[in-house]
């Protein structure tokens, strides 16, 4: 399978604890996106990397949000002291270099629940 | 107001209806796209446009550039086309090129 890949599919943790999602780009892909998406909304923007730069970050993203890639390559993003508010589907998406428009390809996306 | 409205926000219909979603957007864009999400999450990319029209086998769509306006049409719906329709786009002159979404239409065909 050559798509976008996230781990874990699904996550409950209790509020207070850390949590990690994992994305697996296409492998051609350099840039990469996160997404964070509440029930009955659309998505919303999080955070861009081109290759391992991380060249935009929302104002949704509050200091106890951190994502990288370190290479590159996968994303990583870490949510901390995680609060009930933070119950959300969190997405990933890649795209290719080329063209002026980019289309994305999402991951199934991991969904968090913080009890 | 959220800069992409969609409408309407639920929609019933019969198999075999015509189908029409409406995306309208506040200031110029560089490329609009329409997204398909089934119960479980995945977004799956149905079109990207930035003038004129697409069609891909039963679905087409449509942008308006002048009214900030675009359509999606499904021909011949069936039941497994129920899902969540969401029309989103970027701007020029964005270097992240990142996706601004609408709420979605959620769309449900009865057999």
């Known amino acids: 399978d050559t798509g976008v890949s996230q781990n874990p599919r699904h996550k409950i943790t209790k509020r207070g604890q850390n949590v990690t999602f994992r994305c697996d780009p296409i492998s051609e892909h350099n840039r990469l996106y996160w997404y964070r998406q509440t029930l009955g909304q659309g998505p919303e923007f999080l955070t861009y990397f081109q290759n391992e730069a991380q060249l935009e970050k929302s104002r949704l993203l509050s200091d106890r949000f951190s994502a990288e890639r370190p290479k590159g390559s996968f994303s990583t993003l870490e949510i901390q002291r995680t609060e009930q508010g933070d119950s959300a589907m969190y997405l990933c998406a890649s795209s290719p270099r080329t063209g002026i428009s980019y289309e994305q390809y999402f991951g199934p996306g991991t969904r968090l629940t913080v009890t | ?111």
């Open chain 2, 1 to 111: 107001k959220n800069e992409v409205e969609q409408s309407p926000q639920n929609l019933t219909a019969q198999e075999g209806e015509f189908i029409t979603i409406n995306c309208s957007y506040s200031v110029g864009i560089s490329a609009l796209h329409w997204l398909q999400q089934h119960p479980g999450g995945g977004i799956v990319s149905l079109f990207m446009l930035s003038s004129g029209k697409k069609k891909h086998g039963r679905l087409i769509a449509t942008i308006n550039i002048q009214e900030k306006h675009s359509s999606l049409h499904i021909t011949a719906s069936h039941p497994r086309d129920s899902a969540v329709y969401i029309c989103a786009v970027s701007y020029y002159g964005g270097a992240t090129n990142k996706l601004i979404f609408g709420t979605g239409t959620l769309l449900a065909v009865q057999p």
